[in-house]
């Protein structure tokens, strides 16, 4: 009995694997549908890789610091965000740079004509941060002060004199920024734009009338001594006027500006004799 089951076992799996040839001949399958020998391993489905696409980078959008990048330094910014300095972009660089700088308000072309030369002379300088932000932010927000008198030299050949550097390497920005808050309070919170338009017309009266600083001495008293030159001037220019017009009010507001800043130099200056008395009366105590 058991032999002829054996038998008709074998009979049937011999039916069952001429129905699979013929399922397959039909329909053209290459795998084994009907799974019926034993240990056979499963099909392999090869999966087609599918093709990734490349993330889409979101075009960069300039904004206002990036208009000024390119009126002021006439640089690309998209070539910029692709240049590396150090740690930093040139991007970035120069976005600190411009960060503060502020439209001419009068002889446009002149002013952007002369500040694009000074780019152009200390470009490496910045590309490299040596040259201090503050100093590139006066000269630019005060161009007209710089260049005041310079037609003579044609339509847009202007310039920043180079003594103008020489006073500010002399000076060192730590004295500079001191001095500029000395001239002028502080009521902006950020940059102090009266006080450091103040000492762009101090240097620019140094370099036209050849004062000069000495390197590591306190600029304080040649700034002093600008300050009293020009009040000077004011004044006898207010006595050769009869008439109450235009110029002569701007002539009063020039009066009460250098007024308030010799004021704020003597109030500094009496604040630090007061320092160095109470330092000294400190020292005997200690003795």
């Not at 002889?107 to 002379?121: G, I, L, P, T």
């Not at 000395?182 to 103040?198: A, S």
């Amino acid at each position: 009995m058991l032999e002829f089951w054996k038998n008709e076992w074998k009979l049937f799996l011999e039916d069952m694997s001429s129905f699979k040839n013929a399922f397959v001949r039909i329909f053209g399958g290459k795998q084994d549908y009907l799974m019926l020998q034993d240990g056979s391993e499963e099909p392999k489905v090869e999966a087609t890789p599918q093709e990734q696409a490349e993330p889409v980078v979101p075009a960069y959008e300039p904004d206002g610091i990036d208009h000024k990048v390119t009126a002021y330094f006439g640089e690309n910014v998209d070539e910029l965000r692709q240049n590396v300095s150090g740690e930093k972009t040139q991007h970035e660089v120069l976005r600190e740079y411009a960060q503060f700088f502020k439209p001419y308000c009068e002889s446009q072309e002149m002013c952007n004509s002369a500040f694009r030369k000074y780019y152009d002379r200390h470009a490496l300088k910045i590309a490299t941060e040596e040259l201090p932000i503050e100093q590139a932010r006066i000269i630019q927000n005060n161009v007209d002060l710089f260049i005041k008198g310079q037609e003579v030299f044609g339509e847009n050949g202007q310039f920043i004199d180079s003594r103008v550097d020489t006073i500010f390497d002399k000076v060192g920005i730590d004295q500079v920024n001191k001095v500029v808050n000395i001239l002028h309070d502080n009521t902006e919170g950020g940059v102090n734009t009266q006080g450091e338009r103040l000492f762009a017309e101090v240097v620019t009266y140094m370099v036209d009338n050849g004062i000069k600083v000495e390197k590591n001495a306190s600029v304080v008293d040649s700034v002093k001594l600008v300050l009293e030159e020009k009040l000077n001037e004011v004044h006898a220019s207010l006595r050769s006027h009869e008439d109450w017009n235009d110029e002569y009010q701007a002539l009063l507001s020039q009066e009460r500006k250098y007024l308030y800043a010799l004021n704020r130099i003597e109030q500094y200056e009496t604040e630090q004799r007061i320092s160095e008395f109470e330092e000294k009366l400190n020292d005997m105590d200690a003795m």
